[in-house]
């Protein structure tokens, strides 16, 4: 069952350490999180999983970290300074700041109600602007980025020389954006500062519509593979005038969140245009010479770009569920292993002395694998319950009777049942209900 309110997330995020305001002590940053102890093992961990699928195991992609801050002549060239534009309106009665392509209706205003109280659209630029070095002025001005795509491209050349990688081959990266959107919110689904997993996978020319639905395919399996329901996600193509400049066609990846469908990711065909761009306004070359053909091109771009936080959001939306455990309810979070913020969790029967130099041996034993927390406060119920809420999907208690016959006791989050395994054979045991 999973989440059909926004609330029940944003309140077991804040509860349990996933996810907190930005500044609360100062009354809150607006559309700013802070990840917490369990949050930032997540997010982690839906990174991980990206770079492991589409880095890890292919030899056709290699992962860089490009920098964050770029000078002007990066934007221009990429036609983000001229393009990279929202619609804004303001309600001359509210004084309140709408993109007009997101008004349910055009002519109201979804704050006060008024009609025909807005200004004339006017393009508002989506990027951060700062300075850079002591003296302030137009020499200094850089920019935040708003994607992490362009850093793959400037280094294009670099990387096709030092990993002697040739078309079809990738370039990933996960990073921060900055985007400065004029209405921010759902919570962690749009946010002015978040985080990107972004691949630019560069083919010849004739082979960009193949690729395209390679990638289309793949993308979309991963977040099945990783646990949400094929009912809670779909693939839409753009319409025409939905295209981003650099774009002749681009799907997106949607997750039915409460409030709606929204985009997940968008597999993108970017063609040459950002190679040609960089290669004009730089004076440097950015093709490929294919020996075995003896043709020179500039690669055509798929890109697939996804949301790092706003696909954490769907994923814990997605194992949110609510049953009954011997007559009395509890939240349960059936997240993928490989996304729990805690993959194991020891938990001594008793804090007494006798126990608890054996369960720290466990958990030196399991620790040197796995995320795993140690919990000794409570009722064994509740700790059960503690960490069925935070999806953690093994439990392991450290009994009395383990100081006699070298055994504990593992319970499996989703059934509930328990089973006794050896000390000795414990980390096998756990590798396989896990699954690495």
Aim: proline share 6%; with cysteine; charged share 25%.
């Amino acid at each position: 069952m999973p989440a059909t309110e926004l609330e029940q997330i944003v309140n077991l995020c804040k509860r349990r350490g996933f996810v907190y305001p930005s500044a609360e002590i100062y009354g809150g940053f607006r559309s700013s999180y802070d990840y917490g102890p369990l949050g930032s093992l997540m997010l982690r961990n839906v990174k991980d999983a990206w770079v492991r699928s589409m880095v890890q195991q292919r030899d056709d992609v290699v992962l860089i970290d490009a920098s964050v801050l770029s000078p002007p002549q990066v934007w221009e060239a990429s036609g983000h300074l001229a393009n990279f534009t929202d619609p804004l309106v303001d309600c001359t009665k509210c004084k309140q700041r709408f993109r007009e392509d997101h008004l349910v209706d055009p002519n109201v205003c979804p704050n006060c109600a008024a009609t025909n109280s807005f200004t004339e659209a006017r393009a508002f630029n989506l990027m951060f602007k700062t300075q850079a070095g002591p003296v302030e002025g137009a020499g200094a001005d850089v920019y935040l980025r708003p994607e992490t795509a362009q850093g793959m491209f400037l280094n294009f050349a670099n990387v096709l020389q030092t990993s002697r990688k040739k078309p079809p081959f990738g370039i990933a990266q996960v990073g921060k954006s900055f985007r400065n959107e004029i209405t921010p919110g759902n919570f962690i689904f749009r946010t002015r500062e978040f985080e990107q997993m972004e691949m630019e996978f560069f083919v010849p020319p004739a082979d960009g519509p193949k690729w395209y639905e390679y990638w289309c395919t793949e993308r979309l399996n991963w977040y099945r593979d990783l646990g949400i329901p094929a009912d809670l996600l779909r693939m839409r193509a753009h319409d025409d005038d939905e295209l981003s400049h650099y774009s002749t066609g681009t799907s997106d990846i949607e997750f039915k969140f409460p409030w709606g469908w929204g985009e997940l990711e968008g597999v993108a065909q970017r063609t040459d245009y950002d190679l040609k761009q960089h290669a004009q306004h730089s004076g440097q070359k950015l093709d490929y010479f294919d020996q075995a053909t003896n043709e020179r091109y500039v690669p055509f771009v798929i890109e697939p770009a996804a949301g790092a936080t706003r696909t954490m959001a769907a994923f814990l939306l997605a194992a949110y569920d609510e049953d009954e455990v011997g007559g009395e309810a509890r939240t349960i979070l059936r997240l993928h292993p490989r996304l729990a913020p805690y993959k194991v969790a020891v938990l001594p029967l008793s804090k007494k002395d006798t126990l608890t130099p054996l369960a720290r041996q466990v958990f030196q034993t399991l620790s040197a694998q796995y995320m795993v927390e140690y919990d000794d406060t409570q009722s064994i119920g509740r700790r059960y319950r503690r960490q069925d809420e935070v999806g953690t999907p093994l439990c392991v208690t450290v009994d009395f009777d383990s100081l006699d016959d070298a055994a504990v006791t593992i319970r499996d989050r989703d059934t509930t049942d328990q089973v006794r395994v050896p000390i000795s054979a414990l980390l096998g045991e756990i590798s396989a209900r896990l699954g690495f």
